[in-house]
């Protein structure tokens, strides 16, 4: 079985306000996320919130088949939101990998999710990260064997450091979009005005 955590527990500081709640497609970017997540087949599928989480929670509240975590040290920086989403990850021996996604990369769908597992199940690895432009990250799926080294992050080490500690056990699939993400207001209007 494998694990979602959407990490989600930042302040957007660079955008001015919850990039979770943006809207695109019809669709927050966080339940755009989680909609990815739940399509997939993923079990369970974890929302870290952190920074804005009173503004967020109502926006996504009521869906019972997520579960909502809140990171209490999310300005730490992301790896606490990833220690977060893992240690609930780890209460349920039946998960054996986790994937470790962004709520700010508006192109992640159930298909490029379920690409993750088939690879890792063809490839044998114990990491399967996207490939986008020159650089590989997440979405990225982690073995079991691996929560122990990932649970140890600091700071603003994510999932990054893990695939580049482990160069030789990681496996990868294109992922076209993957650069495009969230942290500004032009980027939020690029993405608008690239769909019109």
């Known amino acids: 079985m494998t694990g979602l955590i959407i990490l989600a527990a930042g302040c957007s500081s660079r955008l001015g306000e919850p990039k979770?709640?943006?809207?695109?497609?019809?669709k927050t970017l966080l339940q755009r996320a989680i909609d990815a997540g739940r399509g997939s087949g993923c079990n369970p599928v974890i929302v870290v919130l952190g920074a804005n989480a009173g503004a967020i929670v109502p926006v996504i509240s009521g869906q019972d088949d997520i579960?909502?975590?809140?990171?209490?040290?999310?300005?730490?920086?992301?790896?606490?939101?990833?220690?977060?989403?893992?240690?609930?990850?780890?209460?349920?021996?039946?998960?054996?990998?986790?994937?470790?996604?962004?709520?700010?990369?508006?192109?992640?769908?159930?298909?490029?999710?379920?690409?993750?597992?088939?690879a890792k199940q063809q490839s044998g690895k114990n990491i399967v990260?996207?490939?986008y432009a020159g650089t590989i990250g997440v979405p990225a799926l982690f073995d079991r064997i691996l929560f122990a080294k990932l649970l140890k992050l600091q700071g603003q080490d994510g999932a990054k450091k893990i695939l580049k500690d482990h160069p030789d056990d990681v496996a990868t699939i294109e992922f076209d979009k993957g650069n495009i993400d969230i942290d500004t207001k032009g980027d939020y209007d690029h993405l608008l005005n690239a769909g019109n």
């Open 129 to 131: 990260a996207c490939s």
């Open 20 to 26: 979770q709640n943006l809207v695109f497609d019809n």
């Open 67 to 118: 579960l909502i975590v809140i990171n209490p040290e999310w300005q730490e920086g992301i790896a606490s939101s990833i220690r977060t989403g893992l240690a609930e990850i780890e209460k349920d021996d039946r998960v054996s990998n986790a994937i470790i996604m962004l709520c700010d990369q508006p192109f992640v769908d159930a298909a490029l999710l379920q690409k993750l597992i088939l």
